[in-house]
Each structure stands twice: as C-alpha cells, then as structure tokens.
C-alpha cells in the first residue's frame, strides 16, 4: 500500500489505554466475580499468552512509536482514540472519576504531542452522573476532545435511565457526539450468552449495544435531546437491518408496553441523531446496504486498532465499490464535520461547506457514537 494516498484517512474507533487504567483493568479482572460482564474477555486478555495477545497488550499502552509506524505503514492519517472498553465503567464510582480524569490528560498530551495525527473521546464515569457531565464540559472545553467515549451499560443500566440525563444534557449542549462502544451484556441479559462465549464480539457485544441505542430511541431520548449525537460500530450493530421492522413493530401493543410515545419513527431517530462506523465490518455488501438504509453522511471510517488488522480495513475501503464520493465522506469528511477533526491543510472547499463544528448536512447539531 502506499503512502500518500488518494484519500486522507481518518479511523474513528481506534483504543488505546495508561498504565495506571490497564493495572486497575487487570486487577479487576483478577478479582471480580466470574458473572460480571467483560471479567471473562480481560481475564483471558491478561492470563494468555500467544503472539497475538502479546502484541494486543503492547499496541494497547503504546501511543508514540508502533502505532504511528502501523498508520504510517497503512496510509491512515489519524486516529481518533478512545480508552478501552469496558473503560473505567467497572471500577467503584470515586476510582473510576479520578482514573478517567487521568487517562484524558494523558489523552490531551498525545494529541499535543504528535498534531495532526491524533484525536480523541474522553473516557466518563457514568456512575457518577454529575461528575461525568462536568468531566465532559472539562474535556471538550479545556482539552479540546472531540466527543465522548461510554462502553455501553454500566452495572447494567442504560443511559435512558433518568439519573444519566445530565450526561445526555452536557453532551448535547457542548455538541459532543458520545460514541456507544460495545462491551459485553449485563449480567441479566448474558447467561444465555455464555455458553460458547458469544457474549463478546460474535454477538453479544451487537446485541448489547444495539439494544443500548434502541432504548436510546424507543425511551424517548432524542426527542428530549434533540440535538445529541450518538455514534454507533461495526456498521450499526445490527440497527439498519432491522429499521423496517422495528418502525412497523413499534406502534404494535404499544401502550400494553408503556413505551413513550415518539415525534418521530424509530428510523427518523437513527438517522437523524446517529452516525455509524466501519469497525470489524470490512465487508463491502453491508456498507452498500447502509449507505442506502441510513446515507453515506451517516458513515465513517473506523478499524478498532489494535483489535483487528489496520491493512486489512484500509483495503476493504479503498476496494469497495461504492461511488468516490461516498469513500471520501466515509474515510475523513464525515469524521471532520460529526468530530470537529480539523480538515488537513486548514480549511478547504469541504470545511466551507460545513454549517458549523458539529453541523451535518440535514442542520442537525449533536450526535452520539456507540461502540467495541
Ligand atoms: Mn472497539
């Protein structure tokens, strides 16, 4: 592959961790209950060993030297980074306030470190509601962060839930997209999940978070936050396959179920309010789907480093076959316009175009991101 390349490439779902979080992650997974979600996927991270594993680990804590050769190598331009899932999700409320807070400086200093190459979602605590939103003001104010990163529930609740609106109500006011990474299901949805580990990236983590967005929507979230942005992986994690359904099925028994009536149709929402991206679904007939289900302005590049092979998601794009277009909004305009990422070379006839930081063609302001 060479490099420079015909598009400029921007990879919106790339992980990255701090020593301090990876120890406190790793401990965790030590000690926690064999039940709680993602203890299953990180013990077998830390305990294993196998070339594969060894380099996760590596790449995971690395943010100045492999990565950037691995970009470079790839043609990829920039990263976007997040703090592993699950996050500080699954540490106690004041830990997880405080290594948050952490991993987002050092997340700053990278950025500054190395300009133009990286950007980044700024790892929360949802357990503390109020400390999120603040440490979200904090983030997108003084650090310049482009959006939110959230690993889906926490302790198995969902960000619907009331006690979590001041989340919702400081992203959408700031215009920071809140990307919904997957982990793996609450503990009261994943015992049928166990058996054969489909509880992780086979399944389970499509069925949490698409689960997570569609209580999103069905909650009556985005017609209270009307302007939040989510952003969702891996194509969607199954949404825009079943949109048909899930708007023919939601005013059936509705009232029966007590499901909040809504402005619009379920499929309005998720197009309106949601953006989706190619993470470990480097497979060109869905893209083509997606592109017709929910639009190409709704799409962007991710390769979800270092757990899936970077040369192999640059490749599925470049080869696709979709108009030119659609590539270059999926591989970076898209990406500068929902996160605010700086055209490359400063403003161009793309930025001008642009109706503000967190503007999108339809004029909507605000999208959240969800994702593994
Ligand atoms: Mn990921």
Redesign the pocket.
């Known amino acids: 592959m060479s490099y420079p390349s015909p598009y400029r490439r921007i990879a919106t779902?790339?992980?990255f961790s701090v020593p301090e979080v990876y120890q406190a992650l790793r401990e965790w997974a030590a000690t926690a209950d064999p039940a709680e979600p993602d203890r299953d996927f990180w013990d077998f991270v830390f305990t294993q060993d196998s070339p594969g594993l060894r380099r996760v680990r590596r790449q995971l804590l690395d943010l100045d030297g492999e990565r950037l050769e691995v970009m470079d190598a790839n043609g990829v331009d920039v990263h976007l980074l997040?703090l592993?899932?699950p996050g500080v999700q699954t540490f106690p409320a004041a830990a997880a306030v405080s290594l948050a807070r952490l991993a987002n400086d050092r997340l700053a200093s990278v950025i500054a470190r190395h300009r133009g190459r990286f950007a980044g979602l700024a790892a929360v605590a949802p357990q503390d509601p109020p400390a999120a939103a603040a440490e979200i003001s904090r983030c997108v104010t003084e650090l310049g962060l482009n959006g939110v990163v959230i690993n889906s529930h926490t302790g198995g609740e969902y960000l619907d839930e009331e006690r979590f609106w001041p989340i919702l109500e400081a992203a959408e006011a700031l215009g920071a997209p809140i990307y919904i990474?997957?982990r793996s299901p609450a503990a009261s949805m994943a015992a049928a999940f166990r058996k054969y580990g489909l509880e992780t990236g086979i399944w389970g983590f499509a069925a949490e978070t698409g689960l997570h967005a569609l209580r999103l929507i069905c909650g009556g979230v985005f017609d209270r936050f009307p302007g939040l942005r989510i952003v969702l992986?891996h194509l969607g994690e199954g949404l825009p396959y079943w949109l048909y359904r899930i708007d023919y099925m939601h005013p059936v028994r509705a009232s029966y179920h007590q499901r909040p009536s809504l402005s619009l149709k379920p499929s309005e929402y998720l197009k309106r309010n949601f953006a989706i991206t190619t993470?470990?679904m480097n497979w060109a007939p869905v893209l083509r789907f997606c592109i017709e289900a929910v639009g190409a302005d709704n799409i962007m590049f991710?390769i979800?480093y270092p757990?899936?092979v970077t040369e192999d998601a640059v490749r599925f794009l470049d080869e696709a076959e979709i108009p030119e277009g659609d590539k270059r909004k999926i591989y970076h305009v898209n990406a500068e316009r929902i996160f605010g990422i700086p055209p490359a070379g400063g403003p161009g006839p793309e930025a001008t175009a642009l109706c503000g930081r967190w503007g999108s063609p339809g004029g909507v302001r605000g999208r959240l991101v969800l994702?593994?």
Do not use: C, I, N, V
């Open positions: 779902e790339e992980a997040s592993t899932a990474h997957p992986g993470s470990g991710a979800d757990y899936q994702t593994f």
